[in-house]
């Protein structure tokens, strides 16, 4: 079966650093894809950034990347110059091929110190 | 991408009522989701609205206590029935505009007492 886990309940970072929030999931396709999702306190649940299993590079959104590890079956997500605003509750997916079955992992909850 | 809208965004009901969410998209989407988030925790799918069809329900959910619409491809609702102080949930609708990335939409936080 597949699964995603987010072995981080709770992270916190100093405003202007760097953190990364783990992932690791388990399947036996091939071609798939991965996503971080955010969601603030009380806000709209908002896709950050996605990875297709295929593709080698590792995905970059402005302040966003993702260090992509399919071998080891590993999807990190790192944040760079953390803002007051990135405080929010993390949560990995992952997609299967058709179905296009979606999986969410149990969420990380970051905060962001001033 | 898409941008989803959900009525209501909140609600405080009484036990044995019922509740029937909203789920607006801005565009044509074939499939669309409905979500139970209890706060603070993950994302449990309830069912799969695709136009024209049955909604196909995950284990433990029921149609009979969550009847779902699908009348265009635009459009979503779920009836959350004869309510319990145990539904008192966050509902999230999502869609899926393209086959590889859902998005959602704000929620209904849903107090039942």
């Known amino acids: 079966a597949q699964t995603v886990t987010q072995s981080q309940p709770e992270m916190s970072v100093q405003e202007a650093e760097t953190v990364t929030l783990s992932c690791t999931y388990d399947?036996?396709?091939?071609?798939?894809?991965l996503f971080w999702y955010k969601q603030p306190p009380s806000r709209q649940m908002i896709l950050v950034i996605r990875q297709e299993a295929y593709k080698q590079q590792n995905a970059t959104e402005n302040r966003f990347s993702v260090n992509f590890q399919k071998a080891a079956k590993s999807f990190s997500l790192k944040i760079s110059d953390s803002q007051l605003g990135d405080a929010a509750m993390y949560f990995c997916?992952?997609?299967?091929?058709?179905?296009?079955?979606?999986?969410f992992g149990t969420g990380t909850r970051l905060k962001v110190l001033a | 991408s898409a941008v989803i809208s959900q009525k209501p965004s909140r609600d405080i009901c009484q036990r044995g009522t019922s509740l029937t969410i909203q789920c607006q998209v801005d565009?044509?989407?074939?499939?669309m989701f409905w979500y139970r988030q209890q706060p603070g925790q993950s994302l449990t799918l309830i069912a799969t609205?695709?136009?024209?069809?049955?909604?196909?329900?995950e284990s433990g959910f029921v149609i009979d206590k969550f009847p779902i619409s699908r009348p265009n491809l635009t459009f979503s609702t779920l009836t959350v029935s004869n309510m319990s102080p145990e539904d008192s949930s966050i509902y999230l609708c999502?869609?899926?505009?393209?086959?590889?990335?859902?998005?959602f939409g704000p929620g209904t936080r849903l107090l039942v007492l």
């Open positions: 399947t036996s396709e091939s071609d798939y894809y």
């Open positions: 999502s869609a899926r505009p393209q086959a590889e990335t859902q998005y």
């Open positions: 565009s044509q989407v074939t499939m």
């Open positions: 997916a992952y997609r299967s091929p058709l179905p296009y079955k979606y999986i």
């Open positions: 609205a695709n136009q024209g069809s049955e909604a196909t329900y």
